[in-house]
C-alpha cells in the first residue's frame, strides 16, 4: 500500500470526509462559494493539506473543520470522521439550530386535511 498523499484536490477531500455524495456536487458547492479554504474562496482543483481550515455551509448547516488527514479513496463514515476534526463553536452552534428547528412548528402543521367550501372562497376571493 502506498504512503498517503501530501496533499489533495479540495473536491476530492470532501468526497472522501463524505461531506458530499459525488464530486460533481462538491465542486458544484465549491463553485457555489459554499466552502471557502483558510477564508477564502476556492476552486476545486485547489489542494488542501493537514492543518487546512475549511468552512462549509451545507443547507442550514454551517461546518467549520480542520484539515487532520488526507485519502484519495471513499471509506466507511467512522473512518472518514477522521479525516477532520470539527471546531467546538461550530459544533454548539449546530447542535443550537438542530434544537431550534426541533421546537419550530413544521410548516403547515396545523392545516388538517383538505380546506372547506367557505376556506376555498376566502383564497379564491383573496387571489381574485
Known amino acids: 500500500m502506498s504512503a498517503p498523499p501530501e496533499k489533495l484536490r ?3 477531500w470532501l468526497w472522501a470526509a463524505r461531506f458530499f455524495k459525488t464530486r460533481g456536487l462538491a465542486a458544484d458547492a465549491i463553485d457555489g462559494g459554499k466552502v471557502k479554504l483558510n477564508g477564502h474562496t476556492a476552486k476545486p482543483a ?6 487546512d481550515v475549511l468552512d462549509l455551509t451545507l443547507g442550514d448547516a454551517h461546518w467549520t473543520v480542520t484539515v487532520r488527514g488526507l485519502n484519495e479513496y471513499r471509506r466507511p463514515a467512522p473512518e472518514a470522521q477522521l479525516l477532520y476534526e470539527e471546531s467546538a463553536e461550530s459544533r454548539e452552534q449546530r447542535s443550537r439550530a438542530a434544537e431550534a428547528r426541533a421546537l ?10 383538505r380546506p372547506t367550501k367557505r376556506d376555498r372562497r376566502k383564497i379564491q376571493r383573496f387571489f381574485g
Open 104 to 113: 419550530a412548528p413544521a410548516p403547515g402543521a396545523d392545516l388538517k386535511g
Open 46 to 51: 485547489k489542494e488542501v493539506k493537514p492543518g
Open 10 to 12: 479540495l473536491d476530492k
